[in-house]
């Protein structure tokens, strides 16, 4: 069996189709462990939820090993070995400092930055860097995509949408510099395309009019690659093949169904109807990308920063932001809860997917570092310290997991983003806010 290359790839008429690790590419280890053959990365994935958490369902009630799990993390139950609560931990520049209202714009420009935006609605926007591009600037030159940044809704880039604060601030997470935002895909097709499309647009568009699967495209260069690979190598393709067609075909379906009748809120066109398959579609799509290497680092906006979204179909017809503050009126809270744990049910589709596929010594899950988190605690209170921040995958083999890790108060939450630019080796004095890598991960 001959060596097949880690940057091969499969082309056709306006496709191009990276592969999944294969045991033709070489001796998978661990990126921390000294490598006889190719190392596996390590990924990155940066997952955020507004408009904070019901924080007494959220948080675990002892320190330590991970035991009875509130209600807000249920949906994790049977992956409590591959994730750890962080308390403790602060997104200073979220808070006013002066700055008066507009907690919801700082709450999401802050949480990867660490950076105090300037209150402005118009075009001299500015915050800082987020971690998510500062990785994608030292590893992205190793994948087709150095980052992608995908969202479960969609959000003005301009206009007034929090006291002052340019709507920008309110629906965009990545900034790959002070000034320069990085807009969200929330089209899953287009995403796909993204992820799998080549040549220009006259390329793609005769595909599209062929309405073929971007497999139908690469058959040949499939057929050619089958002959050099062996019978487990050739099971993991035939996997990875079924997963994009079966994301393709979800995509397809989707867009033609109609839209849930939900008060208030009308989905946007093109966009599946359900707002639980988007997610999942989102999530595949993701899964799919690390799975090929064509990016290690992505960020997912599961809905805008104070978004009002109503959820009729788990029984919440009332509008997200308007629940948040609760005034701590129990029923508002117990929906506020139920929000929450749609939001924590999503994430757990997703570390199941990345835990299914088998990837040198481990599963994909084993090396990734998913942060999944809101930049404000308490959404009734607009606190930004103590925040709802879960941390999961094995980081391949740098974090241990299953616990309960609470951080001393104030410990700024760039300092974990620190620590997780560590493990993808690259290696910073500060970011943002940051005083230093956070400790303990490692156990």
Request: glycine residues 10%.
């Amino acid at each position: 069996m001959r060596p097949i290359n880690r940057r091969t790839v499969l082309r056709g008429l306006g496709a191009t189709l990276a592969l999944p690790w294969m045991d033709a590419m070489g001796t998978a280890t661990s990126w921390a462990a000294p490598a006889s053959g190719t190392p596996v990365p390590n990924r990155l994935a940066f997952l955020y939820v507004p408009n904070g958490k019901n924080m007494v369902d959220w948080t675990p009630k002892t320190e330590g090993a991970l035991g009875e799990l509130p209600h807000i993390l249920k949906p994790l139950e049977s992956l409590k070995s591959d994730f750890s609560i962080l308390s403790g931990l602060t997104a200073d520049k979220a808070r006013a400092n002066g700055d008066g209202g507009g907690d919801h714009a700082r709450a999401l420009s802050a949480f990867l930055t660490g950076c105090q935006a300037r209150k402005t609605d118009g075009v001299d926007i500015r915050a800082g860097v987020s971690v998510d591009q500062v990785a994608a600037a030292r590893v992205g030159d190793k994948t087709r995509l150095p980052s992608l940044e995908v969202g479960g809704e969609a959000g003005a880039m301009a206009g007034n949408c929090d006291s002052g604060y340019s709507c920008l601030y309110s629906s965009t997470m990545s900034w790959r510099s002070a000034t320069q935002p990085l807009p969200k895909e929330v089209n899953p097709k287009l995403v796909f395309e993204r992820l799998f499309g080549s040549g220009g647009d006259a390329e793609r568009a005769k595909r599209d009019a062929k309405r073929k699967s971007v497999l139908d495209f690469v058959r040949e260069d499939t057929a050619d690659l089958k002959g050099k690979l062996g019978a487990n190598d050739q099971r993991k393709l035939d996997e990875y093949f079924s997963a994009v067609r079966d994301v393709e075909l979800r995509i397809q379906k989707a867009e033609k169904l109609p839209p849930i009748k939900t008060p208030d809120y009308k989905a946007p066109a093109g966009l599946p109807a359900s707002f639980e398959e988007h997610l999942h579609i989102l999530c595949d799509l993701i899964v799919l990308a690390f799975q090929a290497d064509v990016t290690r680092v992505t960020t997912f906006v599961f809905t805008n920063e104070g978004s009002n979204k109503p959820y009729p179909f788990i029984g919440v017809s009332d509008g997200h932001h308007d629940l948040s503050h609760h005034g701590n009126d129990a029923k508002k809270k117990e929906k506020i809860r139920d929000i929450n744990t749609f939001h924590v049910k999503q994430l757990a589709y997703l570390l199941t997917k990345l835990k299914s596929v088998k990837e040198g010594d481990g599963t994909l899950l084993d090396h990734c570092m998913i942060a999944y988190g809101s930049g404000n605690s308490d959404g009734n209170a607009h606190n930004h310290d103590d925040l709802p921040i879960l941390l999961a995958g094995q980081g391949c083999g740098t974090i241990q997991q299953g616990r309960h890790i609470k951080y001393a108060k104030e410990t700024p939450l760039n300092n974990l983003w620190l620590a997780m630019l560590d493990r993808m080796d690259v290696k910073l004095a500060g970011l943002g806010d940051s005083t230093g890598a956070l400790a303990g991960l490692k156990g």
